[in-house]
């Protein structure tokens, strides 16, 4: 089996917590050697009993890892509605009552994630979304479209002024390079909602882009949200 | 045997090595096993820091993931 390997400090002292080899065996043996050798051909480092056993359960993870990953490549997760998508993020952010994150998916051109993201977590009313983060990250994966999401610990799903600003902001940086947002997830609890579904995503760019990066404040969010929406959408 | 059949499998596998290595709780394997059955394998290492489990679990959980990262670089996600 050939593995490529990247080499790092926290890769020696990962294997070192994992398997029990004592870091001087591993550094040593890395600085003439592929590291990896001895998860392959452990004997290299004379582990004791016990270190070979977690050698070896470590080799078996790894594979099983690949394997499910692989079967993961082959079916990606696929979005074909603000369902789909709105039960995507509220399983990856309705548990988080004490903070607020900021996550975006990066979709190919079959609305198929190819990486989710965190791009910012703040405390319980606040977080800072830096642009330039997404744009980084929508640039080396080449994606066609974005989906944004956020959590509003306090539980309401109501998009606010500043939510809208917001997802005008995004669309503004990258409806030029044909990168289109698809639409702004907001989760509460159990709850989620869609801003492309009530609307209130804009279709172009309104503004030329701006890069500084963006504050937003879930206290100001959920006291002056202004939108003609009294009730929480059950979706 | 069938796909499914065999994905199962492999995703049994991977939780009893996962419990093996990392000596969760009961429920911290179940958090663990609910985010590999609806999120996948890579979702489990994406964002490790806001799983609600201990900080002991965090750790090794993040050091499966530099083994990872070494063996293939890529698990959707820039690093803890």
Known sequence: MSRQVKYSEDFFKSLNALTGIPMRKIQAYAKDNNPFNILEHPMVVDPNEKQLEKISKLNE????????????DQNRIKFSSPED???????????????????????DNSNSIIETRTVSEGGINMAVVHPREILKIAISNDCSSLILS?????????????????????????????????????????????????GYLPNGSLNNAKYDPIVFSDDIKEQESDYPIDEELEL | ?????????????????????????????????GIVKNEGVRALFINITSLQVSNELKSKLIDLKNVIIAFDGDISEGGE
């Open chain 1, 85 to 107: 998508s709105g039960k995507y993020f509220q399983s990856l952010l309705g548990g988080m009552k004490d903070k607020e994150r900021f996550m975006v998916a990066f979709l």
């Open chain 1, 61 to 72: 993870f790894i594979s099983s890892y690949s394997v499910l990953r692989m079967e993961e």
């Open chain 2, 1 to 33: 045997m069938s796909n499914i059949t065999k994905v199962t499998k492999v995703s049994d596998d991977f939780l009893a090595l996962i419990t093996w290595l990392t000596k969760p709780n009961d429920e911290e394997i179940r958090v663990i096993k």
């Open chain 1, 150 to 198: 956020h959590n509003h610990p306090g539980g309401s799903t109501n998009p606010s002024k500043e939510d809208q600003a917001l997802t005008q902001r995004i669309v503004d940086i990258f409806h030029p390079l044909s990168i289109k947002v698809l639409d702004h997830i907001i989760v509460g609890g159990s709850r989620f909602s869609s801003m492309a579904e009530q």
